[in-house]
């Protein structure tokens, strides 16, 4: 979070004090700490040698430098530049700790990179859908992190799905962490100013992560980076991006100027009721809103209702790719409700051999009244004698 916005969690202390919970989830359900021990496809530990590093601005205490290697070195408020951790700072921490989850390869401060959680929403489940998650999301523009949170004993499930979002989203604002040598967790925040993905493991897509050459044409057509980076672009005023809907009002949709077709791929629409929560990129912005609001809104609503709301009372402005570029896996299917998720589009009424013949029924009845009635008055009508 900002500096001058708290955060939600901050209230509270420690990992696994809970005596200090957000007012709505108060004697529902325990709000744990994001549990920070993921899997991370871009990630490097630390308790390695730094080699080529300049240090600016640090004071060490009892260190020995030799050829660029810390031993027993502690930094204080130093920042590492050139060095195995890119434009990250470490701030009274011990150099023998360990970093989990920060990305090595990309600036954490612009939007140079995307945060990507896949959500692992049910232990059950095989890893197949993770495993394609991960694969779709491994080009290094991408931070990806595979995270399951403490379930929630509530069984309503809107209540559910917001207890569980709220604690994804909150972990994506307040990370990376780091795990200190006595095991206390340090939050970076480095992942603050960063757009995140949150994306469902029952989710499936058949998009590359950089592309595939057509090999009757070689053109490239694009892959996941190119498309969230374009629709970034082209789209800044956006607060979410859908990467998968259903049920939307598609006839209300207007094209994202610049992105018909995303390098032979998917386009980019304004949308106004995308409806789906399987796949959505939150800017910053949105992202603390809405985590916010998950804080305060009633148990039974879901968070799909209330984005809807939002995007249509222009609370937020939202976009979808068009077709979706993720889907819900159909395999995973318990109900008539699930394979509704296969329509992008909510149903438009259409005239049907019935209604046509109902319409023409009507058609007949009503010139048969005004026969009967025109007969009637002639008939009742005055009479003239002729003679």
């Known amino acids: 979070?900002?500096?001058?916005?708290?955060?939600?969690?901050?209230?509270?202390?420690?990992?696994?004090?809970?005596?200090?919970?957000?007012?709505?989830?108060?004697?529902?359900?325990?709000?744990?700490?994001?549990?920070?021990?993921?899997?991370?496809?871009?990630?490097?530990?630390?308790?390695?040698?730094?080699?080529?590093?300049?240090?600016?601005?640090?004071?060490?205490?009892?260190?020995?430098?030799?050829?660029?290697?810390?031993?027993?070195?502690?930094h204080t408020n130093s920042t590492h530049t050139n060095s195995t951790h890119t434009n990250s700072t470490h701030t009274n921490s011990n150099s023998n700790s360990t970093n989990t989850n920060s990305n090595n390869n990309n600036n954490n401060n612009n939007n140079n990179s995307v945060l990507v959680i896949i959500l692992k929403c049910d232990k059950k489940l095989k890893e197949t859908n993770i495993n394609n998650l991960k694969w779709v999301f491994s080009d290094p523009y991408f931070i990806t992190q595979v995270k399951m949170f403490e379930p929630s004993t509530n069984p309503n499930i809107a209540y559910t799905e917001n207890y569980c979002m709220y604690q994804a989203l909150t972990y994506a604002a307040e990370g990376p962490y780091i795990i200190n040598a006595d095991g206390s967790i340090t939050k970076q925040g480095l992942?603050?100013?960063?757009?995140?993905?949150?994306?469902?493991?029952?989710?499936?897509?058949?998009?590359?992560?950089?592309?595939?050459?057509?090999?009757?044409?070689?053109?490239?057509?694009?892959?996941?980076?190119?498309?969230?980076?374009?629709?970034?672009?082209?789209?800044?005023?956006?607060?979410?991006?859908?990467?998968?809907?259903?049920?939307?009002?598609?006839?209300?949709?207007?094209?994202?100027?610049?992105?018909?077709?995303?390098?032979?791929?998917?386009?980019?629409?304004?949308?106004?009721?995308?409806?789906?929560t399987q796949a959505i990129m939150y800017t910053p912005k949105s992202r603390d809103i809405v985590s916010n609001a998950l804080c305060t809104m009633a148990s039974n609503i879901s968070l799909s209702d209330y984005l809807n709301s939002a995007i249509y009372d222009r609370k937020f402005i939202a976009t979808a790719f068009v077709p979706s570029i993720v889907s819900f896996d159909t395999n995973l299917a318990t109900s008539q409700t699930d394979y509704n998720k296969l329509n992008e589009c909510f149903p438009t009424p259409t005239d049907t051999p019935t209604a046509n013949n109902a319409n023409l029924i009507w058609l007949i009845i009503l010139i048969l009244v005004v026969i009967l009635v025109a007969s009637a008055l002639i008939q009742l009508g005055p009479k003239y004698d002729t003679k």
């Open 1 to 74: 979070m900002t500096n001058n916005k708290k955060s939600i969690l901050d209230a509270m202390s420690a990992f696994g004090d809970n005596s200090k919970q957000p007012k709505n989830f108060t004697n529902k359900q325990s709000i744990n700490k994001p549990n920070i021990n993921s899997t991370n496809s871009n990630i490097q530990n630390t308790n390695s040698t730094n080699t080529g590093s300049t240090h600016t601005n640090s004071t060490n205490t009892g260190s020995t430098h030799t050829n660029s290697t810390h031993t027993n070195s502690t």
């Open 191 to 276: 992942w603050n100013n960063l757009p995140v993905i949150i994306v469902k493991d029952t989710s499936v897509s058949n998009i590359t992560p950089s592309g595939i050459t057509n090999s009757s044409t070689d053109k490239i057509i694009g892959g996941m980076k190119n498309r969230i980076q374009i629709a970034l672009q082209k789209a800044q005023s956006a607060d979410l991006y859908y990467l998968a809907r259903w049920n939307d009002n598609c006839t209300k949709n207007t094209l994202v100027a610049g992105t018909e077709s995303i390098d032979k791929g998917s386009s980019l629409q304004w949308t106004i009721q995308p409806t789906a």
